[in-house]
């Protein structure tokens, strides 16, 4: 049976997860290298990028969408996850959450008291509340160089955090980039903010907003590409840079251009039940 009103694309890495998804009433979407049904949906034919999808993760799909099916979708809801990341209306710890309970706890569809809003986004992570330790043991120069960070939770904001994780100044560097209307609002979010709502997962109710969203964020990625380029790109932190600048474009974008809500996602990476 399909969700009334939702259209929710099911990202994954494994071919082994395909059934399962579809039992979800969600639409598998198969990315990577490895070979799906020929009835799944990828980012490999058409007008794609999915070359980059290393450097890209979750964006080769959206560009995919953008310029070859977002015009087929007819239902009034298009969202997005992950096989190891679910929507759902009331969070439910890692612990308590396994392959079999899975299924009645996820979001099937998006009630009437909803339709106010133009999009959803996931609960915010909060980059300030992490441990001391684990800045310094992740930037411990970056530290030294402004000692407040220790101290004064509101300087933790989401640019420390990006300088601590993928790679110190790279983000401004990015914005620097950007068109006009988005440069200065965006760069004051990440100097101003302590949180952002993660893992580039959103539910969208209106095909024009999720459009406008692409033609600006798409675009912008491609200037970054003449900036960081692909092949200096080490680690997980920085070859992922891309997804990563787009994670934080995201909740700037959607709560600048539209009536929001947050609703909770929960974990349970089905690979532990479906892998190899």
């Not at 799944?40 to 993760?57: A, H, P, Q, R, T």
């Not at 106010?116 to 030294?144: A, Q, T, W, Y």
Request: overall charge positive.
């Amino acid at each position: 049976m399909e969700n009334k009103n939702l259209d929710m694309f099911c990202l994954t890495l494994e071919p082994k997860h395909f059934s399962y998804i579809k039992e979800l009433n969600y639409i598998p979407v198969g990315l990577g290298e490895k070979s799906f049904p020929d009835n799944c949906l990828g980012d490999k034919v058409g007008n794609n990028i999915s070359l980059k999808n290393k450097f890209y993760g979750e964006y080769t799909f959206h560009y995919w969408l953008w310029k070859n099916h977002l015009k087929n979708i007819n239902k009034e809801w298009i969202g997005f996850c992950q096989y190891r990341k679910y929507w759902a209306f009331n969070f439910t710890p890692n612990k308590e959450i396994n392959f079999d309970n899975l299924k009645s706890k996820v979001l099937k569809e998006i009630p009437n008291n909803l339709n106010n809003f133009d999009v959803i986004l996931g609960e915010p992570f909060f980059v300030n509340k992490r441990k001391i330790m684990k800045f310094l043991k992740k930037g411990f120069p970056l530290i030294i160089s402004k000692p407040s960070i220790l101290f004064n939770k509101d300087v933790r904001n989401i640019k420390f955090h990006f300088d601590l994780m993928h790679g110190r100044n790279n983000l401004d560097k990015a914005i620097d980039l950007l068109d006009v209307k988005n440069r200065d609002e965006f760069r004051k979010f990440v100097n101003k903010e302590v949180s952002f709502n993660p893992h580039n997962m959103f539910i969208c109710k209106s095909k024009k907003l999720l459009e406008s969203y692409y033609n600006e964020i798409f675009p912008w990625l491609e200037n970054c590409e003449k900036l960081f380029g692909f092949d200096n790109l080490k680690g997980y932190g920085l070859t992922r840079i891309y997804g990563f600048l787009a994670e934080r474009f995201m909740s700037y974008w959607f709560k600048k251009n539209a009536n929001y809500k947050e609703l909770p996602i929960i974990f349970h990476d089905i690979n532990e039940n479906l892998g190899e």
